[in-house]
């Protein structure tokens, strides 16, 4: 019996560990065969739809190996709410993804591991809903390296 409550407590502690460190979320691949990431992590999230909290960032770390060279990266966002369909225009210094690489720097390579981070404001203004939000990354081309579709809902700041 000591033995069961052990490994029930040591399942549990792993379980933490694994929340805290910050496991991948579900998403779903993006239309046209676009690569999808190895991975995608968001902040405070770990079951879609995730909260995008007005009046803060939405932070998503995405893993992905790069199909092909590219000199440079940019995000496109876009995102559907109540049947439309509109681009979502980050800031210029978000959008510019090589300022994003944790791990890696532009120009990057064919078969690069790579992780970036896409920190995305959630203005005060945006109406509570929810949404589907498409992340793509591309070159200059606009060919897409890594792009997803997560669940999401926009919600009110938390009561401090």
Same mark, same amino acid.
């Given at each position: 019996?000591? !033995? ?6 040591? =399942? ?5 560990? /694994? ?7 579900? /998403?779903?691949? !993006?239309?046209?065969?676009?690569? *999808?990431?190895? @991975?995608?992590?968001?902040? =405070?999230? #770990?079951?879609?739809?995730? +909260?995008?909290?007005?009046?803060? +960032? &939405? ?5 992905? #190996?790069?199909?092909?060279? *590219? ?6 966002v876009v995102a /559907?709410?109540? =049947?439309?369909? &509109?681009?979502?225009?980050?800031? *210029?210094?978000?959008?510019? &993804?090589?300022n994003w690489l944790l791990n890696a720097? !532009?120009?990057?390579? &064919?078969? @690069? +591991? ?17 949404? #589907? ?12 390296? *890594?792009?997803? @579709?997560? +669940? ?9």
């Open positions: 019996m000591a !033995c069961l409550k052990l490994f029930s407590v040591v =399942g549990l502690v792993v379980l933490a560990a /694994t929340n805290a460190i910050g496991a991948g979320v579900a /998403t779903r691949a !993006c239309s046209g065969g676009r690569p *999808a990431p190895t @991975e995608v992590r968001v902040e =405070g999230c #770990t079951v879609p739809p995730c +909260d995008l909290v007005r009046g803060s +960032d &939405a932070i998503m770390d995405m893993d992905f #190996t790069a199909p092909f060279a *590219a000199a440079n990266l940019r995000t496109q /559907t709410a109540l =049947g439309v369909t &509109a681009p979502f225009e980050l800031p *210029a210094d978000r959008a510019a &993804a090589c720097q !532009c120009p990057v390579s &064919a078969n @690069e +591991d790579i992780t970036y981070r896409l920190s995305m404001p959630v203005l005060l203004v945006y109406p509570r809903v929810s949404l #589907t939000v498409e992340i793509n990354l591309v070159d200059d081309a606009g060919q897409s390296l *890594a792009c997803f @579709e997560l +669940d999401a809902r926009v919600v009110s700041g938390r009561a401090a």
